[in-house]
Nanobody, 129 residues
Framework: QVQLVESGGGSVQAGGSLKLSCAIS?????????QAWFRQAPGKERERVAV??????AYADSVKGRFTTSRDDSKNTAYLQMTNLQPEDTATYFC???????????????????????WGQGTQVTVSS
């Protein structure tokens, strides 16, 4: 059973930094994959902020130049480094993965949100002014 577990959220002042981690376990077959970070603030729609995989990495305009996604395959962990955080970055951040279980030509930056088949529980990021 595939599981994604986020950590690293917290409260920071504007201009600060945080690094989120997403530990991925239970993957038994390799194939095409996309891994993304989403966020959702109260009353707002879920927004994809970063995605890795074929065609990536790609970032939302709102975080471009401030957020960086990476992955350590030896630790089966993905990361989201967030710098120069602003109050509008306050949200619950989710790690998500698309793991179809087979290989095919895939373009992760355009993969629809509803195609991601594994999600973490979310971690809260709060930025104060």
């Amino acid at each position: 059973q595939v599981q994604l577990v986020e950590s690293g959220g917290g409260s920071v002042q504007a201009g600060g930094s945080l690094k989120l981690s997403c530990a991925i376990s239970g993957v038994t077959s390799r194939g095409s994959d996309c891994q993304a970070w989403f966020r959702q603030a109260p009353g707002k729609e879920r927004e994809r902020v970063a995605v890795r995989g074929t065609g990536g990495p790609a970032y939302a305009d709102s975080v471009k130049g401030r957020f960086t996604t990476s992955r350590d395959d030896s630790k089966n962990t993905a990361y989201l480094q967030m710098t120069n955080l602003q109050p509008e970055d306050t949200a619950t951040y989710f790690c998500a993965a698309y793991l179809p279980g087979y290989s095919y030509l895939l373009h992760c930056p355009t993969l629809p949100t509803d195609q991601y088949n594994y999600w973490g529980q979310g971690t809260q990021v709060t930025v104060s002014s």
